[in-house]
């Protein structure tokens, strides 16, 4: 298995921009798609974004598209998630994950593994 670490959250502004990194030690995981999800108080975990192996596909959820960019460094085993014009809505506790099941595009974070700890977002308005 993959440990993941996160980091990277805090306390932002509504408009203003975080970068978030996850970690990986004990395996490679740049065989998998890793993913980024979040979730808010009283909500389920949802799908933000995803990368392949390679870079070269991406998927987001519509409503970070154009404002959050996923990527990776498969030589430094990381994966970050760059987030602009930060709404509150996107508060919530962002965690990394690798793909362990399904199909290379899911966004299900039943298919998804090796959590990590998760860091907090808090955007205010």
């Known amino acids: 298995q993959v440990q993941l670490v996160e980091s990277g959250g805090g306390l932002v502004q509504a408009g203003g921009s975080l970068r978030l990194s996850c970690a990986a030690s004990?395996?490679?995981?740049?065989?998998?798609?890793m993913g980024w999800f979040r979730q808010a108080p009283g909500k389920e975990r949802e799908f933000v974004a995803a990368?392949?192996?390679?870079?070269?596909?991406?998927n987001y959820e519509d409503s970070v598209k154009g404002r959050f960019t996923i990527s990776r460094d498969n030589a430094k085993s990381t994966v970050s998630l760059q987030m602009n014009s930060l709404k509150p809505e996107d508060t919530a506790v962002y965690y990394c994950?690798?793909?362990?099941?399904?199909?290379?595009?899911?966004?299900?974070?039943?298919?998804?593994?090796?959590w990590g700890q998760g860091t907090q977002v808090t955007v205010s308005s």
């Open positions: 004990g395996r490679s995981f740049s065989g998998s798609t």
């Open positions: 990368i392949t192996w390679s870079g070269a596909y991406t």
């Open positions: 994950a690798a793909r362990v099941r399904g199909s290379w595009n899911s966004r299900d974070p039943a298919d998804f593994g090796s």
